[in-house]
Nanobody
Framework: QVQLVESGGGLVQPGGSLRLSCAAS????????MTWVRQAPGKGLEWVST????????HYADSVKGRFSISRDNAKSTLSLEMKRMKSEDTAVYYC????????????????WGTGTQVDVSS
């Protein structure tokens, strides 16, 4: 069955860096766009970044543009999110999602989500 397993979350100080990974299995990873979505405490889901199936196109929310970088390794079926110059407002649970789901209206349509990894940005 389809599995998406995130890792790499943790506690980081403001201005620091963190790298998240998502290990995918159970489907043809190289055929799917992939998306990172996050949910801050007490808030709704927020789109973060999307990458197309072969990694040639990437898209970022304005809140992370210039600080976050999405990438993928199709040979290893792995999705990554490099986060730099982190801010307290980046504190959230980060989810790996199959598909191109940049609009909130699309979140319910996404068929597979990981269980999430917690990221805390605090001094």
């Amino acid at each position: 069955q389809v599995q998406l397993v995130e890792s790499g979350g943790g506690l980081v100080q403001p201005g620091g860096s963190l790298r998240l990974s998502c290990a995918a299995s159970g489907f043809t990873f190289s055929s799917s766009s992939m998306t990172w979505v996050r949910q801050a405490p007490g808030k709704g889901l927020e789109w973060v970044s999307t990458i197309n199936n072969d990694g040639t196109y990437t898209h970022y929310a304005d809140s992370v543009k210039g600080r976050f970088s999405i990438s993928r390794d199709n040979a290893k079926s792995t999705l990554s999110l490099e986060m730099k110059r982190m801010k307290s407002e980046d504190t959230a649970v980060y989810y790996c999602v199959r598909g191109d789901v940049r609009a909130a209206s699309q979140f319910d349509e996404a068929d597979f989500w990981g269980t999430g990894t917690q990221v805390d940005v605090s001094s």
